[in-house]
């Protein structure tokens, strides 16, 4: 799986539903019938994830909303993104 590029797009796939349960965002893909589950900022990303996005956009507003260091948000983001990807809930749109 390739790294993703700041100018990257990417969305969540259309096959899923989600709630947030106790903080925790819990995701069932609906082809694979699987469920993952996010905590922490997860729940923020996968709100931003519902439309196309670009990574440097959603590192911006996650820097905005919880106040925290850019570098590390790349670090955890790039992390989040690729579990999702494998998880077939998100896909890139361009880039």
């Known amino acids: 799986m390739e790294a993703y590029s700041a100018d990257a797009t990417v969305r969540a796939v259309r096959d899923h ?25 997860g729940p923020f990303v996968w709100e931003r994830l519902q439309e196309p996005i670009t990574i440097d956009e959603l590192c911006r507003s996650v820097v905005v909303e919880y106040d925290v260091d850019r570098r590390r948000v790349e670090t955890d983001l ?18």
């Open 17 to 41: 539903v989600s709630t947030e349960l106790e903080g925790e965002q819990v995701i069932l893909q609906l082809e694979t019938g699987t469920y993952y589950g996010v905590d922490g900022i």
């Open 78 to 95: 790039e992390a989040l993104l690729v579990d999702l990807e494998k998880a077939r809930l998100i896909e890139r749109t361009d880039g």
